[in-house]
């Protein structure tokens, strides 16, 4: 069961990490609006798919075969959570890469020029939540995904902040631009999405290690206190 526990990891590590990577990227395509980037971005989006696939097998047939005691179905059951989370998050950035893709053409500029700031410190803050995450779930450390809620109240901040700006701007300029504001509020909502994967993924981890399912515990924007030390 161990060998197999620790491939399941290794699995859900990889998928993470490429999930990650495509946060990364689409948000290089829309910043940058280079559409290979973001061609990259769909091309990959078929493997993240077939990651989700291979690891839900796993994951029945250790439950099925194997009959895990408790720690270790915990463990599957996380995963398994875990790997809905990144495959969901990995469809947000798609979105982030199909609306980069079709700006490309148009150069860097538009509201997608207003919120630059904005926009690229939410990109990192999601992707850095996204590997903070996925290292949680693959060493099994609760204390880690504290973090990950920390960093998804950062993205709701800035994520406000930037659509404050686009109000701004939809307001006092030519109504032509509407629809290209609409498009980036769409890509800043895919962003703040991907935080709540991301913390989603932290909860599954909490999950794991103690046992304490918090997913409807008040869906604050953060996992169960830190246990005092004695």
Do not use: C, Y
């Not at 919120?115 to 693959?138: F, G, K, T, Y």
């Not at 901040?157 to 032509?176: D, I």
């Not at 399912?213 to 206190?225: F, K, L």
Request: net charge neutral; proline share 2%.
């Amino acid at each position: 069961m161990s060998a197999a526990l620790s491939e399941l990891r290794l699995h859900a590590r990889e998928m993470g990490t490429l999930v990650a990577q495509q946060v990364e990227t689409a948000a290089r395509a829309l910043l940058e609006a280079d559409g290979a980037a973001a061609e990259l971005v769909l091309r990959r989006e078929q493997q993240i798919n077939a990651w989700q696939t291979e690891i839900e097998a796993e994951s029945f047939r250790l439950l099925a075969r194997q009959a895990p005691v408790a720690s270790d179905l915990r463990t599957v059951i996380a995963i398994s959570r875990a790997v809905t989370d990144l495959e969901r998050a990995g469809d947000e950035a798609k979105k982030i890469a199909r609306f980069a893709l079709a700006s490309a053409g148009h150069g860097v500029g538009g509201p997608t020029r207003v919120i630059r700031r904005s926009l690229r410190h939410m990109a990192s803050l999601a992707s850095e939540s996204m590997r903070v995450a996925v290292e949680a779930l693959d060493r099994g450390d609760a204390e880690v995904a504290h973090e990950v809620a920390r960093l998804d109240r950062e993205i709701d901040q800035e994520f406000e902040s930037a659509l404050r700006q686009l109000m701004t701007v939809a307001m006092e300029r030519a109504p032509r631009l509407l629809k290209p504001v609409f498009d980036t509020v769409f890509a800043l909502k895919s962003l703040e999405r991907i935080g709540d994967h991301a913390k989603n993924v932290a909860e599954h981890v909490v999950f794991l290690v103690r046992g304490d399912d918090v997913r409807h515990a008040g869906r604050s924007n953060t996992v169960p206190a830190r246990e005092s030390q004695h």
